[in-house]
């Protein structure tokens, strides 16, 4: 399916997608900055809590115990692998420290000695050194109301960090998973939904006036909405189909009562033009402009009573096998056109067509009169006949006015005319294209135009052999 950004389909999927991530994304972020505050939050608490009870501990265990004796114990009993803590005197002079900096871990790169020289500024703070994320508390240190110095807690949440980011990515990946996901279904469900819609769209694109009456959608699980709008598009469908069959009755209705009451008013004037010799030349010129433009309505209603039977499906077409050649140049010869003006340029032999034989013969008369008419009186107009494939093809090509561009779509339309002046000049009625596609399709065939301005045209009939 051709990507649209403009299309329904694309817009709600764009739509419940972005929703997703920003629901799923929202959530993800706000649950690992809840997670990363809840974690500082605890270390801190921790660290707090040490600085706090550190005094009562150390004056507890005084009354056993000599002071610095005393200090070891509670620093050794509160420090754990990744707690250091140490008392720096007010002098400066380290007076006790945890084993814990002893470690290796924290001997690495100096580390124990970087943060043994860390200021006595009293603070609660989370701080990066050598990229290991720490939590520091400093605070004074007074045991039964004597100074001793400041007590430094030092939480080292570095591999809690790295915990908390694997869960982070992991979280982050599932997300976009979920999110993918749900994108697909969402897409799926999407294009399940506007399914209705793209078969109505589909239906109405193909409604022509040969399946108008037979068109009907029917959609079951439709959402209501759709269901009501293709029952509207039925009605409609109803309502025009009625309106193209009574505008098709009433043509051919039209043409049928007109055409017999004109050709005894033809026939009337013909005799009186054969019988009667009193008459004078302007008489007699008159009676023959009324005969002439009689007879060119007969002609003209001829043609819309066969468009109309064309379109109502009631003209019948006699299929059989035309050997082409001769007919081509029996029609040529039977039109009586001047040999200078003709030419039969037959480039393949022996073959058949499958037509209709009065109708192909209508077709080729039409055309190639129209070529004669529309060309100078100094040029050829050629018919020519070749076989590609299984087509055989004939060709009317001329070296008249020519057709513009813009033109060559719709001369095959109904009372079109490309020139009006030139039209009317020639006795034409804008039918005989029109006629003349609607027996090629009748049988099968293809046809079509080519033509440059000051070039002439080509019409191009193909049939099947």
């Keep these: 399916m051709k990507f649209d950004p403009g299309c329904i389909q694309f817009r709600l999927t764009a739509g419940m997608v972005l929703a997703s991530i920003l629901g799923f994304g929202g959530m993800t972020a706000w649950s690992n900055f809840r997670m990363q505050q809840i974690l500082i939050k605890g270390h801190k608490d921790n660290a707090l809590e040490i600085a706090d009870r550190f005094g009562q501990d150390v004056a507890w265990m005084d009354e056993t115990l000599p002071s610095t004796m005393a200090l070891e114990k509670v620093i050794n009993y509160r420090s754990t692998a990744d707690t250091a803590i140490w008392i720096r005197s007010p002098e400066g002079e380290l007076i006790a420290q945890s084993d814990t900096l002893e470690m290796g871990s924290w001997q690495k790169d100096g580390f124990a000695e970087e943060v043994l020289e860390l200021p006595a500024t009293q603070t609660l703070d989370s701080v990066n050194i050598q990229d290991r994320e720490l939590i520091i508390c400093i605070s004074p240190l007074e045991v039964n109301g004597n100074l001793l110095g400041d007590l430094f807690v030092i939480d080292d949440i570095t591999q809690n960090q790295a915990s908390f980011s694997a869960v982070t990515r992991d979280l982050t990946l599932a997300s976009i998973f979920v999110i993918g996901l749900s994108a697909l279904v969402i897409a799926i469900y999407v294009r399940q939904s506007i399914k209705p819609v793209c078969k109505m769209n589909e239906l109405a694109a193909n409604v022509c006036p040969d399946n108008l009456a037979d068109t009907h959608l029917e959609l079951d699980r439709a959402p209501t909405e759709v269901r009501d709008l293709a029952q509207a598009f039925n009605m409609m469908l109803g309502r025009l189909s009625a309106a193209w069959d009574q505008q098709r009755r009433f043509v051919s209705d039209v043409s049928h009562e007109l055409r017999t009451p004109l050709t005894l008013v033809h026939g009337y004037l013909q005799s009186t033009l054969r019988r009667c010799n009193t008459l004078s030349e302007p008489q007699r010129e008159g009676l023959e402009i009324a005969a002439s ?157 080519q033509s440059k301005p000051g070039e002439g045209s080509i019409f191009t009939v193909s049939l099947p052999t």
């Design 293 to 449: 433009e009689a007879d060119r309505t007969i002609r003209m209603l001829q043609d819309l009573l066969d468009l109309a039977r064309a379109d109502g499906g009631h003209m019948r077409f006699h299929i059989e096998r035309v050997p082409l050649k001769d007919m081509i140049v029996e029609t040529v010869e039977m039109c009586l056109y001047p040999s200078d003006r003709v030419n039969v340029d037959i480039q393949a032999t022996g073959f058949d067509a499958r037509a209709d034989r009065n109708r192909l013969k209508q077709v080729l008369i039409n055309l190639i009169d129209n070529a004669v008419k529309y060309s100078e009186d100094d040029t050829v107009v050629k018919v020519r006949l070749k076989q590609e494939g299984e087509w055989a093809v004939i060709q009317i090509c001329d070296r008249g006015r020519g057709i513009p561009t813009t033109d060559l779509t719709q001369i095959f339309e109904p009372f079109y005319r490309v020139d009006e002046d030139r039209s009317r000049a020639t006795g034409g009625t804008g039918l005989g294209l029109s006629i003349v596609k609607t027996l090629v399709e009748g049988m099968r065939g293809k046809i079509k135009v």
